[in-house]
């Protein structure tokens, strides 16, 4: 596939795009339990920091939701290193030309980093699906549509959302 500037242009702005769906959604959940967002939830990290926590401390306990949560919050790091480095250290966007394939390139705190098309399109396909895991993962009931810990519903959040919850 040729891609050009322009086509890794907007694959960034659909990542921003993403990542402003997250946020909101981790927020929505947070404002529904707590009425408001609290001061400590400043910024995409702390907000899903404190989205996990939410879930974490809810009643009843539910083991496979806990594990989610905390499975999902982690994955999000990774994710989270290339929005920032984007957002904060972004030096260079090329086209593919032969075999070289088109890349974004960053520097954060001294160390360059660059993602493939390749790369960024799988992150993005990730990324799409995470509010709803989100919402699914923050509502009490569901806990009959896929909170029971089984391994059927372990596989399901692998092959659905690609969390990489054990398989029991």
Known sequence: MDVTYEKMSG???SLLLLWAAIERS???EIIHVHGCLPKSAYGIAAVLRTWESM???RQPVVPLRLLLAATLRAQL???LTLRNGICHGLNGISSAHGDTPATVQWEMNGAKQS???DDLQ???GWLSKVPAA???ISDRSSLETGLLDTIENRRWWRVEFALDVPEG
């Open 11 to 13: 694959s960034l702005g």
């Open 26 to 28: 981790a927020r929505e």
């Open 55 to 57: 879930v974490t401390a």
């Open 77 to 79: 790091e990774g994710a």
């Open 115 to 117: 993602m493939s098309w």
């Open 122 to 124: 799988a992150s993005l």
């Open 134 to 136: 989100i919402a699914i």
